[in-house]
């Protein structure tokens, strides 16, 4: 019995603990256990509607709050805008003071225009941000982040670069077609300009936004008619930007690159474009 009991002594003693088993394991089964997680994180979800809706108007209010409490720096704005001014004439582009007098003259186009700035910037982006959420829910997260990455390093053009828009600008006989035809909406002219940022004109969100919208749609939309729309609507808002005299060329070019990083980021994350992912989500 003795001998025995030495025997299962000696057996216990012999076989290694718990610890040194979990240590001669491989570390492949934690990494990919990370790695099941990294892709459950980045695998689009049905979106919930409360939480969009939440997250949407706070990424809003705070995109406001930081835009309206960069420091309205007059004068380099104004020098900023001069350089803009100037550079497009090196460059053969500084036609926007002919296209602002020229559209002025029309009243119902300009007065249109007017609207169309104050109004459409907001209506079809919320627009396609609602029809991504309903119609193709495995593409909403992807769209969404492209968007808000795009708004979200359009504010460090809004510190770095104060610029002036041109109607803003001595000198140059631009017309602020807001303040002339007295049209209501506008944040940027008449009695609302105290409400926002009168020097966060570069880059162009009306540039950015309505060039997601246009991707975005020409990406997912089936009919052929649409993805012509979707594409016409950011030129659309080019000649309006300009015609309006709220922004330079230029201003537009900063929103494409914002709008380009935006998409970037998205596609890391979700490595796909929006377009490329299900439709639904299983």
């Keep these: 019995m003795g001998e025995a009991t030495a025997r299962t002594l000696e057996g216990r003693t012999a076989a290694p603990p718990p610890s040194e088993e979990r240590a001669d394991r491989p570390p492949a089964e934690g990494a990919a256990a990370r790695k099941a997680g990294l ?37 380099a704005a104004l020098r900023n805008a001069d350089w803009i001014w100037r550079a497009e004439h090196t460059l053969h582009i500084a036609v926007e003071n002919s296209i602002n007098h020229a559209v002025n003259s029309v009243t119902w186009l300009i007065v249109g225009m007017n609207y169309y700035y104050a109004t459409l910037h907001f209506v079809l982006t919320i627009g396609v941000l609602v029809w991504l959420y309903r119609w193709h829910p495995g593409r909403y997260a992807a769209g969404r982040l492209a968007l808000f990455a795009t708004t979200g390093v359009a504010l460090l053009g809004y510190y770095l670069f104060p610029l002036a828009p041109p109607r803003l600008m001595s000198g140059e006989h631009f017309v602020d077609t807001v303040v002339v035809h007295h049209t209501w909406g506008s944040m940027a002219s008449g009695n609302l300009a105290d409400m926002s ?80 992912l299900e439709r639904h989500v299983a």
């Design 39 to 75: 892709r459950g994180l980045r695998s689009p979800r049905r979106p919930r509607l409360w939480f969009e809706v939440l997250l949407i108007a706070v990424s809003y209010w705070v995109y406001s709050l930081v835009r309206n409490a960069v420091p309205e720096q007059r004068a």
């Design 197 to 276: 940022n009168q020097y966060a004109a570069m880059p162009s969100m009306h540039i950015g936004w309505s060039t997601w919208c246009g991707v975005i749609i020409a990406m997912v939309a089936r009919p052929v008619w649409a993805k012509v729309l979707g594409l016409l609507y950011p030129l659309a808002t080019l000649v309006v930007i300009v015609a309006t005299a709220n922004h330079f060329w230029l201003d537009a070019v900063g929103g494409l690159l914002c709008l380009s990083f935006g998409f970037a980021v998205s596609f890391l994350w979700f490595r796909a474009t929006p377009g490329r």
